[in-house]
């Protein structure tokens, strides 16, 4: 009702998304919880190529996840994880990666890098080299 929302546009296609609402922000801490105990539960003795396919796959799954939470307040009678899991068959690691930064943005989980830049006096030739 009140989330603000923006088109996502990804290989042609668009599609509206949502910011969390508060509670969802909520779960999102704890999925990710849940998810870093999975990642501590990986095999140590796994081959690089094993690890790589594990941890790639929690990405895709916690970006799903958000995607899906997002995707819900357009059609709140869909069940969040059948469509978490239409997302993981359907959309691409680039739109999975895309949407999943889209949705943190509008919901302002995301660090504002330029409003950190601001806060440090840009460098100037002569403090570059030593000179006040």
């Given at each position: 009702m009140f989330l603000k929302n923006e088109p996502f546009e990804q290989n042609g296609?668009?599609?509206?998304?949502?910011?969390?609402s508060a509670l969802q922000r909520i779960e999102y801490l704890e999925y990710l919880a849940a998810q870093?105990?999975?990642f501590q539960s990986a095999p140590d003795d796994a081959d690089e190529m094993a690890r790589l396919a594990f941890f790639s796959r929690r990405?895709?799954?916690?970006?799903a996840w958000l995607i899906s939470r997002s995707l819900w307040h357009a059609?709140?009678?869909r069940n969040v994880d059948e469509v978490q899991a239409e997302i993981?068959?359907?959309?691409s690691?680039?739109?999975l990666s895309g949407g999943a930064a889209?949705?943190?943005?509008?919901?302002?989980?995301?660090?504002?890098i330029q409003a950190d830049d601001e806060k440090h006096e840009p460098l100037s030739p002569e403090k570059l080299s030593g000179q006040n």
């Open positions: 296609q668009s599609i509206t998304l949502y910011e969390l870093a105990r999975q990405q895709a799954d916690v970006n059609d709140t009678t993981l068959r359907f959309w690691l680039d739109a889209k949705v943190t943005e509008l919901s302002g989980m995301k660090p504002d």
